[in-house]
């Protein structure tokens, strides 16, 4: 069974999931390869209800044929699954998508512009020479990375992390590393953030081809939340698990969070001096203020806190109800409840960068008949669908950007199919698609989405 926390936000998809066929590509986020494990083990057809025919009143008395007998079955339709019909046509001011993929031990970016082509734009040489199954998290600037590999036994022994130059060098490696926690880049590159075993965080800085690790002790009042709930006379019987969320606008700290083992919430937040010299705990993540987090797309922090109102959205699970969705709620920075999202299954969600929340929501965890993307206000009301598809195999939400949202599509019946789609929120009919083929020979870890406003470029 999963650990419940691996289904929040917070978690890293560190484990590998190989098809029936050996290593097969698989899609951005993990989702296309659960689609093609399981979809030659799920069966999609399915019986009639109807009864069974009844033999008319002049036959009662005569012995039954075999043919009589048997139960009447509503032929079985063969179940096809559809893409969006889409165009890959540039759309002015849309971001870019980068995926981070495997293709034999190298890394390789490969960026996507509505309109344009797939082209790799990066690579980082023998990234995956020492660890074909670690994980990767990409500095900024694409230059060097950070892998990260669990130790397969739920998180009990460190997992190993590297830092890899683009020339394939490896500068820096860790063996007690909290493998499911990934790891945090700072905007120049220059620094990178993971939480090791216990209460230790390592501090990496890097730079002309050298690395300095500066470890950090955690104080146990990190890990209970702040202020302590009136009457609350019991502490966790283990330390819970750190994240690092981002870092703050004035760069002189680095915010963390601790989860919950049970229900894969925010419990509380931390921040520490990227010097190493202060760790305390904080009442809020100070959102809006200098020395406050920063919610940067691409982090933690940026998917899970709101940079308008500083709100925050972490699912939660229910540890008495097997097989229930996660419910999302949205709290205001003093933990008040501002609404909830759990009247269907949850793909995924991203805040849009003016107070609103986007949310992918599905009949079905996968194989879903319906998959709805929908903008919420302030109060949790959604608007119309900004998409809506019939039969998938999955869907996923990789981000939203500049006004933009990002999903992966994919299809399984009768032809194995992906694509990355781009819709324009304020006007859904601006929307534009691209297939994932194999011509590249690789494997999909992940993907992110970039403004292309901070380089220069705008769509035409």
């Given at each position: 069974m999963a650990d419940p926390s691996a289904t929040g936000p917070f978690e890293v998809p560190v484990g590998r999931l190989p098809d029936g066929r050996g290593q097969r590509r698989r899609a951005a986020l993990g989702i296309l390869t659960i689609v093609a494990v399981l979809g030659?083990?799920?069966g999609l057809a399915r019986l009639a209800d109807q009864p069974a025919a009844l033999p008319s009143p002049s036959r009662v008395a005569a012995a039954p044929s075999a043919a009589s007998a048997a139960p009447s079955l509503r032929p079985v339709t063969p179940r096809v699954e559809r893409l969006l019909d889409a165009p890959n046509r540039a759309l002015a001011g849309a971001p870019s998508v980068h995926l981070v993929?495997?293709?034999g031990t190298d890394l390789r970016v490969v960026d996507w512009t509505p309109g344009a082509s797939l082209v790799v734009a990066s690579t980082i040489q023998r990234a995956f020479a020492a660890d074909p199954a670690a994980v990767p998290i990409i500095a900024p600037g694409e230059d060097r990375v950070a892998l990260v590999s669990d130790s397969g036994d739920g998180g009990a022994r460190g997992g190993r992390a590297r830092i890899v130059d683009g020339d394939g060098t490896v500068i820096w490696s860790s063996a007690d590393i909290a493998a499911r926690s990934g790891a945090l880049w700072s905007s120049d590159g220059n620094l990178t953030v993971l939480a090791g075993m216990g209460r230790t965080w390592h501090l990496v800085s890097v730079g002309d081809g050298k690395a300095r690790d500066r470890p950090v002790t955690l104080p146990f009042d990190v890990f209970l939340p702040q202020p302590l709930p009136p009457g609350w006379l019991t502490f966790p019987g283990e330390d819970p698990r750190t994240v690092p969320l981002g870092f703050s606008g004035d760069g002189r700290w680095t915010y963390g969070g601790t989860v919950s083992p049970r229900l894969g919430s925010l419990l509380s937040s931390f921040r520490v001096a990227i010097d190493g010299s202060t760790v305390e705990a904080v009442r809020d993540l100070g959102v809006g203020r200098p020395d406050g987090l920063a919610p940067e797309p691409g982090t933690v922090g940026g998917h899970i806190v709101d940079p308008v109102n500083g709100r925050i959205a972490t699912t939660r699970l229910d540890p008495d109800t097997t097989g229930r969705p996660p419910t999302l709620e949205i709290r205001n920075p003093d933990a008040g409840l501002a609404f909830v999202v759990d009247q269907t299954t949850l793909l995924g969600f991203d805040w849009d960068g003016?107070?609103?929340?986007?949310?992918l929501t599905a009949d079905a965890p996968l194989f879903p008949d319906r998959v709805v993307l929908d903008l919420r206000d302030p109060n949790g009301d959604p608007g119309g669908p900004l998409i809506e598809t019939g039969s998938v195999a999955s869907a996923g939400l990789i981000g939203v950007r500049d006004g933009y949202a990002v999903l992966v599509v994919s299809a399984?019946?009768?032809?194995?199919?992906?694509?990355?789609?781009?819709?324009?929120?304020a006007d859904p009919t601006r929307i534009a698609a691209v297939r994932l083929h194999d011509e590249l020979g690789n494997t999909i870890l992940g993907a992110t989405v970039r403004s292309l406003r901070r380089i220069g470029t705008a769509g035409s």
């Open positions: 030659s083990a799920i993929e495997q293709h003016s107070g609103g929340l986007v949310v399984y019946r009768p032809d194995p199919a992906s694509q990355l789609v781009i819709v324009d929120l």
